[in-house]
């Protein structure tokens, strides 16, 4: 467990002056412009534990875990990083690909095709057999769920999880009352196996779901989707799509997309900037979008808003801001990547500092929160050298009110 005495965090606000914060033994909010000794986000100088040759990865959580999604075995919502942990008490087996939240469940998925689980399995949400509603730590699913073969893309929605394996299989998984399975009206239950409905030498290139729909793009740039497409969001006709359906007359030749509760987000090649939002205009997610999103890195999405990082580490972000979750209007530079939660943002640093900004009221952007239980108007910024000797943070994750960041050790000993 990663305690108070581990951590320092600044609230950061465009400041006249400027100021340097060193290290402190907890999270702090101050007006300051600069935090020092960035490459301490990186090592670790507490020499109480020895050091291995062999390479461990850590995975921490905090936010809502009010079903065990953080998979710190609890339920108890947590402020401050917590260790993650396998069911079996044994260390993760391969680094991590993606991390996917749902309502109150969340997907790991290792790089060597490993899929793992934590929260609530009601309704086969979670993919495996429980003898209760949840699960407070990570169990990994089983290979015969997905026929035996090996995962490379997942997401999911509220209540429904969505896999797509290497030989670029289908799995659905969960509720289906708003055609989120893909399979039909109101179907529910563990492993649904899509029909294929695409050219069998085509493979799925990107695969993401909001609160109850799903987008799907092939190589090609064929895009399809299921679920919830009453705003438009997976084209018209505007209704429930109960099974996989291509979404037609797209300006775009697409290769990657991200879904919002209300809308779905397409771009093309980012040397050519084409872009394309499908669904209503809240809180101007259309109307407020630039008009090409050339040199893009990195898109993600909240159930309100967009982001979109380019090369250079600054992004661009547009849609909800009623609690701060676009950042401030002086935001954090030099990022190599960004994801985004329900109402929420989590930043990594080229430096390896984590910032995080939104919606904090579960303990996700940590203790730093407004009165309403915001961070808005400022960012809180994470001081990570105490994750462990010489521990890198190499990956940050979110979802519903839940943040996530994983570490690697370095493979060099020290002097």
Known sequence: ????????????????????????????????????????????????????????????GFGSNGSGQ?????????????????????????????????????????????????????NGRAAIDSSTDSVTKFNEVPTSAFGGSKVKLC?????????????????????????????????????????????????IVDLTSSMAHTVIIFSSGDVYGWGNGKKGQLGAPTEIVWQPRKIQNLPIQAVRAVCGTEFSYLVGAPEYGHHAILGSDKWK??????????????????????????????????????????????????????VAGSEHAVALTEHGTITVWGWGEHGNC??????????????????????GKFHKVVGIGAGCATTFVWTEETNSKPD
């Open 1 to 60: 467990m990663v305690t108070a005495d581990q951590l320092a965090c600044v609230r950061y606000r465009a400041s006249p002056r400027l100021g340097v914060l060193v290290s402190k033994p907890h999270w702090m909010c101050h007006d300051v412009a600069f935090w020092a000794s960035p490459l301490e986000a990186f090592y670790n100088t507490n020499t109480e534990s020895g050091w291995s040759d062999h390479l461990t990865m850590k995975l921490y």
């Open 70 to 122: 953080l998979g710190i075995g609890n339920t108890e919502d947590a402020t401050l990083p917590q260790l993650c942990r396998l069911n079996n008490e044994q260390e993760w087996p391969s680094s991590i690909r993606m991390i996917k939240g749902g309502g109150n469940h969340t997907l790991v998925l290792l790089e060597s095709g490993q899929l793992y689980v934590s929260g609530c399995t009601r």
């Open 155 to 203: 997401s999911a929605l509220w209540e429904a999880s969505v896999v797509v394996t290497d030989d670029n299989e289908i799995y659905t998984f969960g509720v289906g009352s708003k055609g989120e399975l893909g399979i039909g009206n109101g179907v529910k239950g563990n492993s649904h196996k899509l029909e294929r409905f695409c050219p069998t030498d085509e493979h």
């Open 285 to 338: 997610i259309r109307s407020h979008a630039p008009s090409s999103n050339i040199g893009w890195n990195q898109i993600t999405a909240s159930w309100g808003s967009v982001f979109s990082l380019n090369k250079s580490g600054n992004f661009h972000a547009w849609g909800r801001n009623d609690r701060g979750q676009l950042g401030p209007a002086k935001r954090p530079v030099g990022l190599a990547r960004i």
């Open 366 to 387: 940590g203790p730093g929160i407004d009165s309403q239980g915001d961070v808005k108007g400022w960012w809180n910024e994470m001081n990570t050298c105490r994750f």
